[in-house]
Structures are given as C-alpha cells and as structure tokens.
C-alpha cells in the first residue's frame, strides 16, 4: 500500500500547489516536464525488465498474454468504462468543483499504469511503477487544480480505493512466490512500463491493456509447475 499511500499523497500535494497558482501553467513548460517524466517511465522499465533471468519466458509469456488480452479486448473495455463514467458523472459536474473531481479521477484512475502498479506493488513489493505514476499525478494534479479548483485535490480518494483494493487482492497471492517468479513477472511488467512511457510520447500507441495478462502468466506457470 506503500506506493497507492504516496500516489494519494503526491496528488493531494499537487492540488494545493495549483490552486496557488490559478494563472495557469505555459503549455510549452508542461510539454517538456511530460517528455522527461515520459523518459524516466521507460528507464524505470527497462531497468525492471532487466531483472528477468529467462528471456525466453519472458518473451512466451508476452505473446501468450497479448493474444489471450487481445481475445478478451482488454484495452476497449478499459476506454468503454472511461467513457461511460466521463459521460454520466459528467452530468452531475455543472461546477468546477466536480469537473475537476470527475476528470482528474478518470485520469488517474482509467490507465494501465495504475493496473501494472499496483499489482506490482501487491505481489511483488516492487513500489517503482507507482513512485513514478505519483511524480506523473502529482505534477499533472498541479495544472489540473489550477484551471478545475479544488475538486481535483479529492480525486485522492478514488485513486486511494481503486489501486489500494488491486493491490490488497494481488498481495493474496504472496504465498505462491519464489524469486524465479518475483523475477520473471518484474521483466514482463518492466517492458509493459516501458510501452506505457512510450505511449506518453505519443510515438505510437501500443496497447498496454491488452498485454496486462501476460504478468500474471510466470505465476501461474510456476504455480501448475508446482
């Protein structure tokens, strides 16, 4: 819960310093603050993935994750439910108040980065992904807070919940890992970091959602092994 406590934490902080500076910020400084936070994520990645001592299974269990996520369309479901919620909350959102609650929390909440954070930090104790998610929220809360107000700094909450509870029923799974395991699930989720700060450029688009099975497959693997 470490890394979800500090993501609530950094949001919360970034609020408060946008409400100071209700001006706003000039678009070329948050470009270039994206771009190098963008970078950090695919270093942050590639070092995790690094941590995988077979290749090859690393390698299996992407491919294998991406067609089962693909079959299962993961990725649609997750932008289905975004729409849904920015659709229907935003109903209720006639004040700034609850615009900025509504939109900061889709942000924050509807990614693949939460997902892959937190259950890295639920079954592998591995805060990284989330420690850089909350450099990412609590920087993204400050330009946010300055144009909504203060209903971006409660947004705190549902990120606190959602990624908390994912990473609550992951730690379940403690008992079934070994350092073999802890490795090879480190390296598949290092190289789905990765796609997601790729993604952050705006390079492409790759879609993380879909390949977010195959972090659970070295688990399993094992598990049946077993």
Do not use: W
């Amino acid at each position: 819960m470490i890394g979800t406590l500090v993501n609530a934490a950094a949001i919360t902080a970034g609020g408060m310093v946008g409400l100071l500076l209700k001006k706003g910020i000039k678009d070329n400084y948050k470009t270039t603050i994206m771009q190098a936070i963008s970078l950090s994520v695919i270093l942050i990645g590639v070092r995790a993935a690094l941590n995988a001592a077979d290749l090859l299974g690393v390698i299996v269990c992407m491919v294998v994750g991406s067609l089962l996520g693909e079959a299962i369309k993961i990725e649609d479901h997750i932008e289905a439910l975004g729409a849904y919620a920015e659709k229907h909350l935003s109903r209720s959102a006639n004040g700034g108040f609850s615009k900025g609650l509504v939109t900061a929390s889709l942000v924050f909440c509807v990614g693949s980065m939460a997902i892959v954070g937190s259950l890295e930090s639920g079954l592998a104790g591995n805060h990284d992904t989330l420690f850089a998610k909350s450099l990412l929220d609590g920087i993204t809360s400050v330009i946010f807070a300055s144009t909504f107000g203060s209903g971006v700094i409660f947004s705190a909450a549902p990120v606190l919940f959602y990624q908390g509870a994912i990473t609550l029923g992951a730690s379940m799974l403690k008992p079934y890992l070994t350092a073999g395991v802890i490795a090879q699930m480190s390296g598949v989720g290092g190289l789905l970091i990765a796609a997601i700060g790729i993604n952050m450029l705006r390079l492409t688009h790759i879609k993380v959602g879909n390949m977010l099975p195959a972090i659970f497959l070295p688990l399993i693997y094992y598990m049946v092994m077993g």
